[in-house]
Nanobody, 125 residues
Framework: QVQLVESGGGLVQAGGSLRLSCVAS????????MGWFRQAPGKEREFVAA????????YYADSVKGRFTISRDNAKSTVYLLMNSLKPEDTAVYYC??????????????????WGQGTQVTVSS
C-alpha cells in the first residue's frame, strides 16, 4: 500500500522553528517530485514548496520564501520541510504530496497524486 506519513508538527511561538518530515512507503519514490501544501481553517489549500526527485530543483511560495527549506533523502524515502521564523499566519495543517514537479508547483492535482494525512502546525503570537 502506497503511503505518505507526515510528522513533526506541533505548537511553537512566533519566531520559532519546526522541521516536518514525510516518509514514503509502498513503492520506490526516488524518481518522484515531492511537495508540501497547507490548509488553514476556513481557507483553501495552498502550495508551500516542492523539490525535484534529485533535490537539485526547488520551488517555494512567495509567502515562505527565505524562511522555509525543503529537502529530501532518497535513501530514507523522506522529504523534509524546515520552517524558520514562523508566523501566526503559518498556522495550518501541512500535507506532503507526490506528483510531477510541474503539477506540484502549479498546484494542479495529477491523476497519480498521492497525499499524506497531514500534520498540524500552530504558531502562537
Amino acid at each position: 500500500q502506497v503511503q505518505l506519513v507526515e510528522s513533526g508538527g506541533g505548537l511553537v511561538q512566533a519566531g520559532g522553528s519546526l522541521r516536518l518530515s514525510c516518509v514514503a512507503s509502498g513503492r520506490t519514490f526516488t524518481y518522484d517530485a515531492m511537495g508540501w501544501f497547507r490548509q488553514a481553517p476556513g481557507k483553501e489549500r495552498e502550495f508551500v514548496a516542492a523539490t525535484s526527485w534529485t533535490g537539485s530543483s526547488t520551488y517555494y511560495a512567495d509567502s515562505v520564501k527565505g524562511r522555509f527549506t525543503i529537502s529530501r533523502d532518497n535513501a530514507k524515502s523522506t522529504v523534509y520541510l524546515l520552517m524558520n521564523s514562523l508566523k501566526p499566519e503559518d498556522t495550518a495543517v501541512y500535507y506532503c504530496a507526490v506528483d510531477s514537479f510541474a503539477l506540484l508547483i502549479m498546484d494542479s492535482d495529477g491523476p497519480n497524486r498521492i497525499w499524506g494525512q497531514g500534520t498540524q502546525v500552530t504558531v502562537s503570537s
